[in-house]
């Protein structure tokens, strides 16, 4: 079955807007990771979040890891057209709470409108 | 470090063919993964190796789907008599322990 969820599957934004995407996950995990795929291209690995609670930030990217671990955010500040892409979360749900294996989420696509 | 390589970057082959793949990961990565992925959906797990050694290969995997890593260096993926539902993009990824993984560029494989 599903075991993680990522919302929304669409999102289409002007220019400058701000750009948010959930995952959430029916367990515990020990990490999650997210990663962009630009059209056309292959995942790219953007961060890892180990810790509760944790918060890191990129320039305008903000990532955060849930006090239960069990769901994360991606928040994106004044969306660029750069910022076009796939943003998918990917976690450990499988392997045992090792890395070695993810399975990814099905992805928010972000389209910004110039 | 030029990061993953894969090839060939496309390959259409008529039903009922063999095709492969190769994968080159960098150097320092020990661990591979093939992953396949199909238009709006997340990369979804084929198989992983650790070194040479193929610790795990996914239920979705049927028997014509086979995949080594001869002395822990590149990968190949094989598939044996191709079916139309095995048209998709075949990523290969690399990681050092518990980090992020590298992916390559992808084989995309239509099956006519």
């Known amino acids: 079955g599903q075991q993680v969820m990522q919302i929304p599957q669409y999102q289409h934004v002007q220019e400058g807007e701000d750009f948010t995407t959930y995952c959430n996950s029916s367990?515990?995990?020990?990490?999650i990771q997210w990663y962009k795929q630009r059209p056309g291209g292959h995942p790219v690995f953007l961060i890892q979040?180990?810790?509760?609670?944790e918060v890191k930030k990129q320039k305008r990217l903000t990532f955060q890891f849930g006090e239960a671990k069990k769901n994360s955010s991606l928040h994106i500040t004044a969306t660029q057209t750069t910022d076009v892409g796939t943003y998918f979360c990917?976690?450990?749900?499988?392997?045992?709470?090792?890395?070695?294996?993810?399975?990814f989420g099905k992805g928010t696509l972000l389209t910004v409108n110039p | 470090d030029t990061g993953v390589s894969q090839n060939p970057r496309h390959k259409i082959t008529k039903r009922g063919q063999n095709v492969t793949f190769r994968c080159d990961p960098i150097?320092?990565?020990?661990?591979l993964y093939w992953y396949r992925q199909t238009l709006g959906q997340g990369p979804e797990f084929l198989t992983y190796?650790?070194?040479?050694?193929?610790?795990?290969k996914s239920r979705l995997l049927s028997d014509r789907f086979s995949a080594e890593r001869p002395k822990g260096s590149f990968s190949t993926l094989e598939i044996q008599r191709t079916e139309q539902g095995d048209s998709a993009m075949y990523l290969c990824?690399?990681?050092?322990?518990?980090?992020?993984?590298?992916f390559g560029s992808g084989t995309r494989l239509t099956v006519v």
């Open positions: 150097s320092e990565h020990n661990r």
């Open positions: 190796f650790q070194n040479e050694a193929q610790l795990e």
């Open positions: 367990t515990t995990l020990s990490n």
């Open positions: 990824a690399s990681s050092t322990s518990n980090y992020g993984y590298t």
């Open positions: 990917a976690g450990p749900w499988d392997s045992g709470g090792s890395n070695y294996k993810l399975t």
């Open positions: 979040l180990v810790k509760s609670g």
